[in-house]
């Protein structure tokens, strides 16, 4: 029973490149949220989204950034023309239930994605 | 805006110490607060969710609790395998996110 999957582990790109992340949920689950941990920073949510939906964004970057979960396949959280500030490690979590269900147990996060931009 | 403050930013003990981590938080109108233990390199791993004022909880050597300002996390005879970085989120009723305190790296010394 796999855990929530992200790949790649470590990610490297220059500046002006392109970056994409890859997320799958645990199996059954249908809801997944973005998080950005900067370097001696909390954890800070980027968006929510169910298959095919974006349920709330309002964590996300203006610009540059953008996230997909589609029918089938990997949640994907792409992020163009990178710049140093976007090194960070990117986690995804999955939930069974939604985040505005009453008693939500928690969610499962992934080992994350390291993005370091040179 | 939500806001959690957690204390110390580090705590260093020796096995069998038993010591508490704080977690003091703002949230309008709470669903629930979470524990979270991240190692080195890993993503979060759940620990507790606790959903109202008086509520316990206990798994192993740790025990949360909570009241209507903060969460603490106690931890009797710890052994250097716990050792990590504790989180804690609150998520509010109005919406889906965890907004998450900056941690707490507790290193146990055996």
């Known amino acids: 029973n796999a855990g929530v999957m992200q790949n790649p582990r470590h990610l490297v790109r220059r500046r002006g490149q392109e970056a994409r992340l890859r997320c799958s949920p645990m199996?059954?689950?249908?809801?997944v949220y973005w998080y950005r941990q900067l370097p001696e920073e909390g954890l800070k949510f980027m968006v929510y989204?169910?298959?095919?939906?974006?349920?709330?964004e309002s964590g996300m970057p203006k610009e540059r950034f953008s996230a997909e979960f589609p029918k089938e396949g990997p949640s994907i959280l792409r992020i163009q023309q990178v710049v140093r500030g976007d090194s960070a490690a990117y986690f995804c979590?999955?939930?069974?239930?939604?985040?505005?269900?009453?008693?939500?147990?928690?969610?499962?996060f992934g080992s994350g994605t390291r993005l370091t931009v040179v | 805006e939500d806001q959690v403050t957690q204390s110390p930013e580090a705590l260093r003990l020796q096995e069998g110490e038993s010591s508490s981590l704080n977690c003091s938080y703002t949230?309008?109108?709470?669903?629930?607060l979470f524990w979270y233990r991240q190692d080195p390199g890993k993503g979060p791993e759940f620990v507790f969710t606790?959903?109202?004022a008086g509520e316990e909880k206990e798994k192993e050597r740790l025990k949360a609790t909570l009241t209507k300002k903060e969460s603490f996390l106690h931890i009797t005879a710890p052994k250097p395998e716990d050792s990590a970085t504790y989180l804690c989120?609150?998520?509010?009723?109005?919406?889906?996110?965890?907004?998450f305190g900056k941690g707490t790296l507790l290193t146990v010394n055996p």
């Open positions: 979590a999955s939930s069974l239930i939604g985040g505005r269900e009453s008693k939500n147990y928690g969610y499962t």
């Open positions: 199996k059954g689950h249908s809801h």
């Open positions: 606790l959903y109202s």
């Open positions: 949230v309008s109108g709470l669903r629930g």
């Open positions: 989204l169910q298959k095919e939906n974006i349920i709330d």
């Open positions: 989120a609150v998520q509010a009723e109005s919406n889906y996110k965890l907004t």
